[in-house]
């Protein structure tokens, strides 16, 4: 079946300007994770949605990010006033099941290119 | 707080010779540990994960683990890796609270040679 698909693949935008990274999880999957890959950092948590609940945002890294899932699927990671450290891959995954070890699926990523 | 310290940043073999990445972890509950495989231009896929009970682990593509819960080890382990295996592996422990995220160490590059 379709796995984790996000889009767009690859974007460039200016300083200051905000951009919408948007991830389609696995059909029936309810719970979702954005992940930011950058070669300072490394890989690192920045947010997650498990259905209805209140998504724990303990990783967002200022209040310039914010994300939302709506209908419970599709979800949108937006960084307002771009800054030239923001650039890095941001991954989506998700996961079925309740438990949390369940195995989370990743998309191939969104290379934000700050100039 | 947990953390995860892969020790090699880069590992260079030759094709069918055996290679171990090596992974410590730090934390002060019980942890699940993962390893996960990103090659070239891709998202990361899953080698394999300890839960509970056995401490050896094995994965796809040929791949071993052993959680070593005295060392706060997880090293990753093949004995006979092929070019393919050429990629980057990430081990990552299951973060506090109920949530599933996913705490990453640095990544160690696999260079498989011919």
């Known amino acids: 079946g379709a796995g984790v698909s996000q889009s767009p693949s690859n974007k460039v935008t200016e300083k200051g300007k905000d951009v919408e990274l948007r991830c389609d999880p696995i059909?029936?999957?309810?719970?979702l994770y954005w992940y930011r890959q950058s070669l300072g950092q490394g890989l690192e948590f920045l947010i997650y949605?498990?259905?209805?609940?209140?998504?724990?945002k303990s990783g967002l890294p200022s209040d310039r990010f914010s994300a939302e899932r709506t209908g419970g699927s599709v979800s949108t990671l937006t960084i307002q006033r771009t800054q030239q450290e923001d650039s890095a891959v941001y991954l989506c995954a998700s996961r079925s099941g309740t438990l949390p070890t369940d195995t989370q699926y990743f998309g191939p990523g969104t290379r934000l290119t700050v100039l | 707080a947990q953390s995860v310290t892969q020790l090699d940043s880069q590992v260079p073999v030759f094709e069918e010779a055996p290679v171990e990445l090596r992974c410590n972890y730090s934390s002060s509950v019980s942890v699940y540990l993962f390893w996960y495989v990103q090659y070239p231009n891709q998202g990361l896929q899953l080698l394999l994960k300890?839960?509970?009970?056995?401490?050896l682990v094995k994965g796809i593509n040929g791949f071993e683990a052993e959680f070593n819960k005295s060392q706060t080890s997880f090293h990753l382990r093949k004995p006979s890796v092929h070019i393919s295996d050429t990629a980057e592996y990430f081990c990552a422990v299951s973060g506090p609270g109920n949530t599933g995220k996913l705490i990453f160490g640095q990544g160690t590059t696999l260079q498989v040679k011919p």
């Open positions: 949605f498990q259905g209805n609940s209140a998504p724990d």
């Open positions: 059909s029936g999957h309810t719970a």
């Open positions: 300890y839960l509970s009970g056995s401490t």
